[in-house]
């Protein structure tokens, strides 16, 4: 049996955050919006190893997910869980930040709802080579954040912390054991 059911986007906000109010959604970009028209009409011609252009598939998890794996991976561009793992659309419960990094609030009760609402059985940390918040963090951790990210952001602050986390490796630059460092890191926070 599944959990309570949750409550949507709209009624959390007023809920929760009665302060809040949903902005109107972002323009549609020119360039996205006729993929993203063909994908939900299911003739895209982008590749689609994942069957997402499967409208029934769809339909059918419209109902409700029960993904069989989540996985904290970096928000990079470049790494597409859903493609490496050739999985179908509700497979994976996919949680997204720089860095990969399961420390952060957001991630750890994202993990913590998918396990415990949806009875998602393994949780998977994915880092990945080139790591640009790594490489980051390994830069900090020599030269301190403000040197990497000059303006106070929530940026600099999360390069600080990252450098926290794999400065014992950092000294010798080496930015693939550092990645290593903070896949690990963020297992043993899970």
Avoid: W
């Amino acid at each position: 049996a599944r959990g309570p059911s949750l409550p949507t986007v709209a009624q959390a906000s007023s809920t929760f955050f009665p302060q809040c109010r949903l902005r109107k959604p972002p323009p549609r970009s020119p360039r996205c919006y006729p993929r993203t028209k063909a994908f939900a009409s299911g003739a895209s011609s982008l590749p689609d190893p994942v069957g997402a252009s499967d409208a029934a598939a769809r339909s059918r998890l419209a109902g409700g997910q029960s993904p069989v794996a989540v996985v904290v991976t970096c928000a990079d561009s470049r790494v597409s869980p859903e493609i490496m793992f050739t999985s179908g659309v509700g497979t994976l419960f996919v949680v997204r930040n720089a860095g990969n990094v399961a420390s952060d609030t957001a991630a750890m009760a994202s993990v913590e709802y998918a396990v415990g609402a949806l009875g998602t059985p393994l949780v998977i940390v994915l880092g990945h080579t080139k790591c640009g918040a790594v490489t980051a963090a390994v830069q900090a951790a020599e030269k301190g954040a403000e040197a990497v990210i000059p303006n106070k952001s929530a940026l600099q602050d999360f390069v600080g912390t990252l450098a926290d986390v794999v400065r014992a490796d950092a000294a010798g630059g080496d930015v693939e054991l550092c990645i290593r460092t903070n896949v690990r890191a963020s297992v043993a926070a899970l």
